[in-house]
Each structure stands twice: as C-alpha cells, then as structure tokens.
C-alpha cells in the first residue's frame, strides 16, 4: 500500500530545491523523530542512530531529483531511497563510525 501524496509533500520539495536551508530543516522537523526512532530501535546505541539519521537525511538531499510524487508519498520514497540500502552499523560501537558530515556542508542538487 503506498501512502498518498500529500500538497505538503509537493510544497515540501519545492522548498527543498528552492530554499534549501529552510527545506533540509522542515523535512528533518517532519521527518527527523521517526527516523530516529526507527534507526535507535535497530542499533540500540544513540550516536550510531544519529550517525544513521543524517546518512537519511543526506541521501534523500542527493536524490532528491528522483523523487515522483506519482509513486507516493516523500516519507515512502524517502525510506526506499535511504534505509534499504544502508549498512547498519548493528555490531560496531559508536566510537568506530567515520566522521559525521554536516547538514551544513551540502550544496544544491544539481
């Protein structure tokens, strides 16, 4: 079942590629709790799982491109474009994670 569209997705996006400071900050403010949640109950370790959000976050922002409000909603698109493909670091303490890069450092899509 693929979860509806939303006129918030569609605004959503485009304040992604419009503003992108205020779009990455309204999406982590819609998003950034469940996706948390989801990453803290998997590692069960708290910096991994923040580590894990903003790997998320980072990835929806690159390919933010490919996103088709016809195949459903930003959320759904979202954890199919992110949490599949991402290696969890289920066995490695937090401390061994490579550096987190920030929210800040990322530019506008091409």
Same mark, same amino acid.
């Given at each position: 079942?693929?979860?509806?569209?939303?006129?918030?997705?569609?605004?959503?996006?485009?304040?992604?590629?419009?503003?992108?400071?205020?779009?990455?900050?309204?999406?982590?403010? *819609?998003?950034?709790?469940?996706?948390?949640?989801?990453?803290? %109950?998997?590692?069960?370790d708290?910096?991994a799982?923040?580590?894990?959000?903003?790997?998320?976050?980072? %990835?929806?922002?690159?390919?933010?491109? %490919?996103?088709?409000?016809?195949?459903?909603?930003?959320?759904?698109?979202?954890?199919?474009?992110?949490?599949p493909? *991402?290696?969890?670091?289920?066995?490695?303490?937090?401390?061994?994670?490579?550096?987190?890069r920030?929210?800040?450092?990322?530019?506008?899509?091409?």
């Amino acid at each position: 079942m693929t979860a509806a569209v939303t006129a918030s997705d569609v605004e959503l996006v485009a304040l992604l590629r419009e503003q992108p400071a205020a779009g990455i900050a309204a999406l982590y403010d *819609r998003y950034g709790r469940l996706i948390f949640s989801m990453a803290l %109950r998997v590692v069960q370790d708290r910096g991994a799982a923040e580590e894990i959000t903003q790997d998320v976050f980072m %990835r929806c922002w690159r390919n933010l491109d %490919r996103y088709q409000p016809s195949q459903g909603s930003l959320a759904a698109w979202g954890q199919k474009t992110s949490l599949p493909t *991402r290696k969890l670091p289920i066995h490695r303490p937090a401390h061994s994670l490579p550096p987190a890069r920030t929210l800040a450092s990322l530019t506008k899509p091409a």
